[in-house]
């Protein structure tokens, strides 16, 4: 459609400001691996008339965040710190 070109894309509004695009494909084996290894759990909603597969964090995968957020943190204090 003429000047949709413009118009921005609502899957991808977020991550657009940062410089980067992520798809649905990009995104879409994420959640499974990240069950498989115990990060997440699952459920199936109806929403809308339609199902829809919700994801959960579990306690394994809040430890799992709070350990990235500290090397995160970590790694961004070494970055920027004043020589």
Partial sequence: MPGSEN????ENAGNQSHGYQ???GTLYPMPHSMKK?????????IVDGRMRRNYLITAKGR???SSAKEKVRE???E???DD
């Fill in 37 to 45: 290894a115990g990060y997440l759990r699952s459920r199936m909603r």
């Fill in 63 to 65: 430890a799992a965040l």
């Fill in 7 to 10: 118009r921005p894309d609502p």
């Fill in 22 to 24: 992520l798809s649905a």
């Fill in 75 to 77: 790694l961004f204090g």
């Fill in 79 to 81: 970055l920027f710190q």
